[in-house]
């Protein structure tokens, strides 16, 4: 069956840096462009970014941008994004997901205070 499951979300300090980490099983990893999504508190699903199965192409919310980065190593059926220069505002839960929206992590928390 598949499973996504997301780690690396913890408390980091306005400024730092966190790397988090989606584990992916079940389907053909590399011929789905992947996706994370996060959701702050109070508010809806935001769409973070999106990298190609082949990792030929990325994209980036523009409140990311130039902060964030996404890779994956499909050899390893895993998915990254890299935060840096996180802000208050990065604070939420993040999902690793499917293109298509079709499968979904469980989700990991990241805290951005002092």
């Known amino acids: 069956q598949v499973q996504l499951v997301e780690s690396g979300g913890r408390l980091v300090q306005p400024g730092g840096s966190l790397r988090l980490s989606c584990a992916a099983s079940?389907?053909?990893?590399?011929?789905?462009?992947m996706i994370w999504v996060r959701q702050a508190p109070g508010k809806g699903f935001e769409w973070v970014s999106a990298?190609?199965?082949?990792?030929?192409?990325?994209n980036y919310a523009d409140s990311v941008k130039g902060r964030f980065t996404i890779s994956r190593d499909n050899a390893k059926n895993t998915l990254y994004l890299q935060m840096n220069s996180l802000e208050p505002q990065d604070m939420a839960v993040y999902y690793c997901?499917?293109?298509?929206?079709?499968?979904w992590g469980q989700g990991t928390q990241v805290t951005v205070s002092e």
């Open positions: 997901v499917s293109s298509g929206y079709v499968y």
């Open positions: 990298i190609t199965g082949d990792a030929g192409a990325t």
């Open positions: 079940g389907f053909t990893f590399s011929s789905y462009t």
